[in-house]
């Protein structure tokens, strides 16, 4: 197995009128490369934060992070009243799928059956 380290291309936006703290990114980065750590299917992120509106709601901060993974991408969409809690929630979303996916790709025979019929054998 591959094993990353620095090569995760990571990318991080924050929405114009937002404002985080600058050890929110590095978290964020340290999270995902503890992820990528040993494996070779997680090959790059991206986070995005943002207050998506100026109005009275629940929640003030959105945090939208993809995990570019292979067979197929994970995302994660958390709302909160803070960014680090909106962040945070994301994050650990996506560490939770990526973990459960990992799982699931590890015991193929547990598997839902898959349709032999579409390319039969000795054909």
């Excluded at 936006?13 to 997680?42: C, F, N, W, Y």
């Excluded at 009243?81 to 962040?87: H, I, K, P, R, Y």
Aim: hydrophobic share 40%; no cysteine.
């Amino acid at each position: 197995m591959a094993d990353h380290t620095g090569a995760l291309d990571w990318e991080f936006h924050v929405g114009k009128e937002t404002q985080i703290p600058d050890e929110l990114e590095q978290e964020a980065r340290k999270r995902l490369m503890d992820l990528a750590q040993g494996h070779s299917d997680l090959i790059g992120a991206a986070a995005n934060i943002e207050r998506p509106a100026r109005r009275e709601s629940d929640y003030v901060y959105e945090a939208r992070i993809v995990a570019y993974i292979r067979p197929d991408n994970v995302v994660a969409v958390q709302k909160a009243v803070s960014a680090e809690a909106a962040l945070d929630a994301a994050l650990s979303a996506v560490e939770r799928q990526v973990r459960s996916k990992r799982d699931i790709l590890r015991k193929p025979w547990q598997q839902p059956h898959r349709d032999d019929t579409k390319y039969p054998l000795g054909g």
